[in-house]
């Protein structure tokens, strides 16, 4: 049973370092079947796409976050995580991992339950 | 960026309604269109891939499809299970953008 599940601190204080791992279940990092996706959520917003990790290490990430973020996988672990510099309060919100099947359509076809991070003093 | 504009924002229904969700992209984006539907608190979850295919596991009630650069999700006998928000996701172009969802309440 495929399983994703989001770890990581609930607050950040603004201008430092957001980090969250995903710990994959199930179903290897490292199939060429799919890819890693970051996904968040600001509140009342909707879903916004923050990027995808490839299992060779290829990214593909969202131009209005690429000079902030890193995407990274730990093969060993079966996880993959996410990197986001200088946040600021715009950053708050929930962040999803989840799994990319990209044999067809690129659909998201499995996700985390999120873990929510507050972007405060 | 592809913009997604989903209509209605939010509807009223009752149990065993027909309903119809509406999604337009702003630019050609082929099939690659895919629903999913999210309770509060809950992870989303894959409804429609390739904008009429239905996933595995999901119940044959809910449908998609495509007319040029509109796309429909119609759910043909709402269940109290359906109650959620809906939203359109497009993975035709990076970055892939979602519509702003649409919340299904009780009526």
């Known amino acids: 049973q495929v399983q994703l599940q989001e770890s990581g601190p609930g607050l950040v204080k603004p201008s430092e370092t957001l980090s969250l791992t995903c710990t994959v279940s199930?179903?290897?990092?490292?199939?060429?079947?799919?890819?890693w996706t970051w996904i968040r959520q600001s509140p009342g917003k909707g879903l916004e796409w923050i990027g995808n990790l490839y299992p060779r290490g290829i990214t593909n990430y969202n131009p209005s976050l690429k000079s902030r973020l890193t995407m990274s996988l730990v093969t060993s672990k079966n996880q993959f995580s996410l990197r986001l510099t200088s946040v600021t309060a715009t950053d708050t919100g929930v962040y999803y991992c989840?799994?990319?099947?990209?044999?067809?359509?690129?659909?998201?076809?499995?996700w985390g339950q999120g873990t929510l991070v507050t972007v405060s003093s | 960026d592809i913009q997604m504009t989903q209509s209605p924002s939010s509807l009223s229904a009752s149990v065993g309604d027909r309903v119809t969700i509406t999604c337009r992209a702003s630019q050609n984006i082929g099939n690659y269109l895919n629903w999913y539907h999210q309770k509060p608190g809950k992870a989303p979850k894959l409804l429609i891939y390739?904008?009429?295919s239905l996933q595995s596991g999901v119940p044959s009630r809910f449908s998609g499809s495509r007319s040029g650069t509109d796309f429909t999700l119609t759910i043909s006998s709402l269940q109290p299970e359906d109650f959620a928000t809906y939203s359109c996701q497009q993975s035709h172009t990076t970055p892939w953008t979602f519509g702003q969802g649409t919340k299904v309440e009780v009526k």
């Open positions: 199930g179903v290897s990092v490292s199939s060429g079947d799919y890819c």
């Open positions: 989840a799994r990319t099947y990209v044999r067809g359509d690129h659909e998201i076809d499995f």
């Open positions: 390739a904008a009429s």
